[in-house]
């Protein structure tokens, strides 16, 4: 079947996800810093997905996507492509059923995260530098096999699962009796932002895209009513360089009014020692990018009062987050 083909997952989908994952995920803490807001000159709820299962949200999309893959499908084992984080949530949720997972990575993929991905059994294959390179290598693979791909984006079941990051926030904010002005979500293939939209669905509440500059194909894709490939440009971002965003994930962007931004690398580095020196969090520059875009004055309306930020993942390595921190004490 192809994308075109796909049913669009709905705000029920992620009600689903969020039933068929209690217990299999880590309900991520909702993070409050007084020292950040003052920053931002605005309350900011950071949902921390970098304390999830394998460091980032993928594992909701990854573990949903599995785990309803039928007894057979799945005895042929899973296959993905990813530069990293998608990489290890299937290796884990392939490891979680006992099945085995052939796993296509970049031939620049961050030592920490190839490291991750073969410690959870996963059998990894590196492949050139760009995500169709490794979309037809796991094509082919398929071919051979007949395992199932665990599309990183541009699923149903993958979308409706990374949307339970969004619900939760959405949950702990309603507790609070906080009604939440916008929600600012990083994007790479935009899954994330796409589960983002439909956990909001019917609240009114405005979703914001944050993108490396250079790497910006949601916000050129709504800007030209198609999806827009680009060629990623150099970016601390690892998580947010593929060379367009999906079908199905811009779709829903699209009927949501997505606004679309872009940050720069050093406001994503000063975001991810922010995060660190201040919220007391370990932030992957990826998962910074949120935080990078609400402390840079005047990105977003001064009326907005509370913004829930998505913080995508934690995997950074460490001699990068050591310089990071190094490049934030030099410029004090």
């Given at each position: 079947m192809s994308v075109a083909e796909l049913p669009s997952p709905t705000h029920a989908d992620v009600v689903a996800a969020a039933g068929r994952l209690r217990g299999q995920v880590v309900r991520t803490p909702v993070v409050r810093s007084a020292s950040l807001d003052r920053l931002a000159?605005?309350?900011?709820?950071?949902?921390?997905?970098?304390?999830q299962h394998v460091g980032a949200f993928k594992a909701r999309g990854a573990l949903n996507a599995v785990g309803q893959l039928d007894e057979e499908t799945r005895r042929r084992g899973v296959i993905t492509y990813s530069s990293g984080n998608h990489a290890q949530a299937?290796?884990?949720?392939?490891?979680?059923?006992?099945?085995?997972?052939?796993?296509?990575?970049?031939v620049d993929a961050p030592a920490i995260k190839l490291a991750a991905v073969k410690e959870m059994g996963a059998r990894v294959v590196l492949v050139g530098t760009t995500s169709?390179?490794?979309?037809?290598?796991?094509?082919?693979?398929?071919?051979?096999?007949?395992?199932?791909?665990?599309?990183?984006?541009d699923s149903p079941h993958t979308i409706a699962g990374q949307g339970t990051a969004t619900l939760e926030l959405l949950e702990e904010a309603d507790a609070a009796g906080v009604e939440l002005d916008a929600i600012v979500v990083?994007?790479?293939?935009?899954?994330?932002?796409?589960?983002?939209c439909l956990a909001t669905e019917g609240r009114g509440i405005p979703i914001h895209a944050v993108e490396p500059v250079g790497?910006?194909?949601?916000g050129q894709s709504m800007r030209a009513g198609a999806v827009v490939p680009v060629d990623p440009a150099p970016t601390l971002a690892d998580g947010l360089k593929p060379t367009r965003v999906g079908e199905l994930?811009?779709?829903?962007?699209?009927?949501?009014?997505?606004?679309c931004h872009t940050v720069t690398d050093d406001e994503l580095a000063a975001a991810v020692a922010h995060l660190a020196l201040r919220a007391k969090l370990v932030v992957e520059p990826s998962g910074a990018a949120g935080v990078a875009?609400?402390?840079?004055?005047?990105?977003?309306?001064?009326?907005?009062?509370?913004?829930g930020v998505i913080l995508s993942g934690g995997n950074v390595a460490p001699e990068r987050l050591a310089e990071l921190l190094a490049r934030a004490v030099a410029a004090r």
């Amino acid at each position: 079947m192809s994308v075109a083909e796909l049913p669009s997952p709905t705000h029920a989908d992620v009600v689903a996800a969020a039933g068929r994952l209690r217990g299999q995920v880590v309900r991520t803490p909702v993070v409050r810093s007084a020292s950040l807001d003052r920053l931002a000159g605005a309350e900011l709820w950071l949902k921390a997905e970098s304390l999830q299962h394998v460091g980032a949200f993928k594992a909701r999309g990854a573990l949903n996507a599995v785990g309803q893959l039928d007894e057979e499908t799945r005895r042929r084992g899973v296959i993905t492509y990813s530069s990293g984080n998608h990489a290890q949530a299937v290796a884990m949720a392939a490891a979680r059923f006992g099945i085995g997972a052939d796993i296509f990575m970049p031939v620049d993929a961050p030592a920490i995260k190839l490291a991750a991905v073969k410690e959870m059994g996963a059998r990894v294959v590196l492949v050139g530098t760009t995500s169709p390179e490794r979309h037809r290598a796991a094509l082919a693979r398929q071919a051979e096999t007949g395992a199932a791909i665990i599309e990183p984006f541009d699923s149903p079941h993958t979308i409706a699962g990374q949307g339970t990051a969004t619900l939760e926030l959405l949950e702990e904010a309603d507790a609070a009796g906080v009604e939440l002005d916008a929600i600012v979500v990083p994007v790479g293939g935009g899954g994330l932002i796409a589960g983002a939209c439909l956990a909001t669905e019917g609240r009114g509440i405005p979703i914001h895209a944050v993108e490396p500059v250079g790497c910006d194909s949601m916000g050129q894709s709504m800007r030209a009513g198609a999806v827009v490939p680009v060629d990623p440009a150099p970016t601390l971002a690892d998580g947010l360089k593929p060379t367009r965003v999906g079908e199905l994930p811009f779709a829903i962007a699209r009927r949501a009014g997505v606004a679309c931004h872009t940050v720069t690398d050093d406001e994503l580095a000063a975001a991810v020692a922010h995060l660190a020196l201040r919220a007391k969090l370990v932030v992957e520059p990826s998962g910074a990018a949120g935080v990078a875009l609400v402390l840079r004055s005047g990105a977003l309306p001064r009326s907005l009062r509370h913004i829930g930020v998505i913080l995508s993942g934690g995997n950074v390595a460490p001699e990068r987050l050591a310089e990071l921190l190094a490049r934030a004490v030099a410029a004090r």
